[in-house]
């Protein structure tokens, strides 16, 4: 199984550009998530959902919209790139909430100059 | 504000050496509680996880300790071998999304 899968790995973006981070799950799982992890820090929860059609905010959401249409897919937008987002972005997904692991993409690098 | 921490930033130790990883916690409601590893340039890797109703759990050459009394959580790594070398996180959940804390880089030598 290929588990969670993010595109692209790496990208560089000019300030004020948009994109869109790519993530999808082949494990039927229901919950996803979006994290951030800045150099030496851990992970911080930029947004989650529960299943398709429900999303909510995470720890750090300003600057950043999702949206969940299907189980599999759950895509990050950045609509308007500032230097702070430059970062690691990591997509995870559990088959519960809470109580159950999460597992991990190995990420997209995010620049932006 | 609720928060999970490491001790120690950096670990060294020696190949076939045990080590420890300590982490605390700050939020007296977590019920659950799990390590991952992160290697350079991947994602966190899921290592084993603990309830709240449980002290210890083993799984293979690691063990999670839980003392509930002073919020702390520890990761054992038996003969440590060259592989393990990462970063190792833990976090916690109170039943919504998992906090994570900084991380310990862990390095073996040979």
């Known amino acids: 199984n290929a588990g969670v899968t993010q595109t692209p790995k790496f990208r560089i973006l000019k300030i004020g550009q948009s994109m869109t981070l790519q993530c999808t799950q082949d494990m039927n799982h229901n919950y996803m998530y979006w994290y951030r992890q800045d150099p030496g820090m851990g992970l911080k929860l930029i947004y989650y959902?529960?299943?398709?059609?429900?999303?909510d905010k995470g720890e750090v959401p300003n600057g950043y919209n999702v949206s969940r249409s299907t189980t599999e897919d759950f895509p990050l937008r950045l609509e308007l790139a500032a230097p702070s987002q430059t970062s690691v972005y990591f997509c995870a997904s559990s088959s519960g909430q809470g109580i159950q692991p999460q597992h991990f993409g190995d990420g997209t690098r995010l620049s932006i100059l | 504000g609720e928060s999970v921490g490491l001790h120690l930033p950096t670990l060294s130790v020696q190949e076939g050496d045990n080590s420890i990883i300590n982490c605390a916690y700050s939020?007296?409601?977590?019920?659950?509680f799990i390590w991952y590893k992160q290697e350079s340039g991947k994602g966190p890797q899921f290592i084993i996880d603990?309830?709240?109703?449980?002290d210890k759990r083993q799984g293979q050459r690691v063990t999670v300790l839980l003392n509930k009394t002073v919020k702390h959580l520890s990761l054992q790594i038996a003969a440590t071998q060259p592989g393990d070398s990462a970063v190792y996180f833990c976090a916690e959940s109170a039943g919504t999304a998992l906090i994570f804390g900084k991380g310990t880089t862990l390095s073996v030598s040979s």
């Open positions: 939020n007296s409601a977590s019920d659950y």
């Open positions: 959902s529960v299943g398709a059609g429900i999303t």
């Open positions: 603990i309830r709240s109703n449980m």
